[in-house]
C-alpha cells in the first residue's frame, strides 16, 4: 500500500470547476473544456533542442481549459491559481505585448496565427494541479491545453506533432524560454501506461509500455522545493554551447555524434563545450539502451542508466544543485533501483525506481537528509504514465 504522503495531496482540477469559473467570469457556459498533462522525463535530459531523444510520460497532473469563441477579436483569460479580473489582449498580440503567465496564452494564440491559423476571440478560464517551477511542464501543459481548444474550436485541424511545434514556437520566441520540443510533444502524445520515445529531430514517436506495479515497482517524484537558480540564462548558455559545439566538430547538431566518435571529436573542443557534449552523446545512448531494456521486460535494469544519467547531469553538464544531489545520494542509500534529477535543474524533482514496499521509506530518507543539511521539506507522489491532452467536456 502506499503512503497516503505520497498520494496526491490535493484535488485534481476538474471540467465543473473551471467550468463554473469560466460562468463567473463570463455569465455563459463554455463550449468545451479540454486538459493537457504536465510530464516527467524519465530520461533524456538536455538532448531534445540537440535533435535527440527523449523518454518522457504524462502525469496525472495537469491544466484544464475552458473556453468559448467569441463575436469580437479580443482575448480574455482567467486563472484560478492567479485570481484577478480576467487578463485581455486582441488576436493579434505580439512579443512583449503580454507578461506574467497569461504570456503563455497569448504567445500560443500569436504562434497558431503567425503560421496562418485563423483563430479569432476567445474566452478562456484554466486550472491546474502541476506543481510551478517543480520542472514538471506546467508551463507545456497551460500552453498545449489552451492550443487544443482553439485547434477544435476554430476548426483548424492540425496534427498533433505540429500542435506541439506551435506550442513550442509560443514558449520559445513569445515568453522567451529557448526549450526543446519534448515538454509539449509529451503534453499532447503521450498515451496511458506508456512512456514516449520520442526523436526529436524527426519527432517520430513510440510509445513503450511502462507498468510498474506489475513488477511491483513504483516511479517516485520527490519535488526538492528548491528554488530555481539562474535557470533561463544557464539553460541558454548550455544551448549556445552546444550549437558551438557542434559546428566546430562540422555536424548539424550532437545527436549526429556516436559515443565511438568522442575520442575522435572531444579534443576539438574547449575544456566546457567538452563536458557539454559528452553529456549529451552518452545521455542520447542511455535512452536507447532504457527503451531496449524496457522491451525486454528488464525495468529493473534501467535503475543503473537512470543514476548514470545524474552523474552526467551533475558532473558534465553541471545543472544540479544541493538538494537534487543530495536527494538522489538519500534515495538510492535507502534502497532505490535508480534515481536522477529529472527537467532542465538548477532545482525542481528526482525521480526514483523504488521497489513499492519501500517507497515511504526511501521519501523519509530523503526527508531526513534534507533536514540535516538545513533544506525546505521536499514533497512526493508516486508517478503513473497517463493520457496526453484531450477534450474532457
Known amino acids: 500500500m502506499i503512503d497516503e504522503r505520497l498520494s496526491r495531496t490535493t484535488e485534481a482540477p476538474s471540467a465543473a470547476t473551471v467550468s463554473t469559473a469560466f460562468e463567473d467570469a463570463f455569465g455563459r457556459r463554455p463550449d468545451g473544456v479540454w486538459a493537457a498533462p504536465g510530464r516527467v522525463n524519465v530520461i533524456g535530459e538536455h538532448t531534445d533542442y540537440n535533435d535527440g531523444f527523449v523518454l518522457p510520460m504524462a502525469l496525472p497532473q495537469g491544466v484544464r481549459a475552458a473556453a468559448a469563441r467569441t463575436a469580437d477579436d479580443r482575448v480574455r483569460v482567467v486563472s484560478l491559481q492567479e485570481p484577478g479580473e480576467p487578463v485581455g489582449f486582441p488576436v493579434d498580440v505580439r512579443p512583449g505585448d503580454v507578461t506574467g503567465w497569461a504570456a503563455y496564452v497569448a504567445g500560443v494564440v500569436w504562434s497558431l496565427r503567425s503560421a496562418g491559423h485563423a483563430v479569432g476571440g476567445v474566452d478562456l478560464a484554466v486550472d491546474g494541479d502541476v506543481p510551478a517551477g517543480a520542472g514538471l511542464s506546467s508551463s507545456a501543459a497551460l500552453e498545449c491545453s489552451v492550443a487544443c481548444a482553439l ?9 498533433p ?3 506541439a511545434r506551435l506550442a513550442q ?22 498515451e496511458e501506461g506508456h512512456l514516449l520515445f520520442l526523436d526529436t529531430r524527426s519527432l517520430r514517436a513510440e510509445r513503450v509500455p511502462f507498468d510498474t506495479a ?13 528554488p530555481h537558480r539562474l535557470v533561463d540564462g544557464e539553460y541558454a548558455r548550455r544551448r549556445a ?4 559545439a557542434a559546428e566546430t566538430v562540422g555536424v548539424r547538431a550532437l545527436r549526429d555524434v ?17 563536458r557539454r557534449v559528452r553529456h549529451v552523446v552518452t545521455e542520447n ?33 553541471e545543472v544540479t544543485v544541493g538538494e537534487l544531489d543530495t536527494a538522489v545520494e538519500a534515495a538510492l542509500s535507502a534502497g532505490a533501483l535508480g534515481a536522477r534529477m529529472t527537467g532542465g535543474g538548477f532545482g525542481g524533482c528526482v525521480i526514483a525506481l523504488v521497489a513499492a514496499d519501500r517507497a515511504a521509506a526511501v521519501f523519509d530518507a530523503v526527508r531526513e537528509a534534507f533536514a540535516t543539511a538545513g533544506y525546505a521539506e521536499p514533497t512526493a507522489f508516486t508517478a503513473v504514465p497517463s493520457p496526453g491532452a484531450h477534450r474532457v467536456r
Open 151 to 159: 485547434n477544435e474550436l476554430f476548426d483548424l485541424d492540425i496534427a
Open 161 to 163: 506533432a505540429d500542435l
Open 169 to 190: 514556437r509560443a514558449e520559445n520566441d513569445f515568453v522567451g524560454m529557448p526549450c526543446g520540443v519534448m515538454d509539449q510533444m509529451a503534453s499532447v502524445a503521450c
Open 214 to 226: 506489475s513488477h511491483d515497482r513504483t516511479l517516485l517524484v520527490i519535488d526538492t522545493r528548491a
Open 241 to 244: 554551447a552546444c550549437e558551438a
Open 258 to 274: 556516436a559515443v565511438d566518435d568522442l575520442p575522435a571529436v572531444l579534443p576539438r573542443l574547449d575544456d566546457e563545450q567538452q
Open 285 to 317: 545512448a542511455r535512452v536507447e539502451d532504457v527503451v531496449h531494456r524496457l522491451r525486454d521486460g528488464d525495468l529493473d535494469g534501467i535503475g543503473p542508466l537512470l543514476t548514470a544519467s545524474h552523474a552526467s547531469l551533475r558532473d558534465d553538464y
